[in-house]
């Protein structure tokens, strides 16, 4: 079992930043992957950002929307993952959900980081509000 806790959320200006922290407790794993997705009222959740944890490396995946705006980044002494959300736009509106793959595949790519059933875990999400 593994208990994800979103947090970092609110509301900013269009242009201003948030951090969004996703902390993981629970089962240890050697290779997963922890990914972003956000669902705007409705509309479909969709996948912003991913990053693997792995001996195999780490790597990090972002969609088109948010790719030169949005950084990943892990602190492993604390077990989470970091999404600098930079440059914020009224269209990131939305909550945002962290999610867990346990079970990575050998051949990683962009593409299936995108699904989210591909993810076993989800938190209770945080709400991000950009006001124009």
């Known amino acids: 079992q593994v208990q994800l806790v979103e947090s970092g959320g609110g509301l900013v200006q269009a242009g201003g930043s948030l951090r969004l922290s996703c902390a993981a407790s629970?089962?240890?794993?050697?290779?997963?992957?922890i990914g972003w997705f956000r669902q705007a009222p409705g509309k479909e959740r969709e996948f912003v950002a991913a990053?693997?944890?792995?001996?195999?490396?780490?790597?990090?995946y972002y969609a088109d929307s948010v790719n030169g705006r949005f950084t990943l980044s892990r602190d492993n002494a604390k077990n989470t993952v970091y999404l600098q959300s930079n440059n914020l736009k009224p269209e990131d509106t939305a909550v945002y959900y962290c999610?867990?793959?346990?079970?990575?595949?050998?051949?990683?790519?962009?593409?299936?980081?995108?699904?989210?059933?591909?993810?076993?875990?989800w938190g209770q999400g945080t709400q991000v509000t950009v006001s124009s």
């Open positions: 999610a867990a793959d346990l079970a990575i595949p050998r051949t990683l790519a962009r593409s299936y980081f995108m699904r989210r059933w591909n993810y076993d875990y």
């Open positions: 629970g089962s240890t794993f050697s290779d997963y992957a």
């Open positions: 990053i693997t944890i792995s001996e195999r490396g780490n790597n990090t």
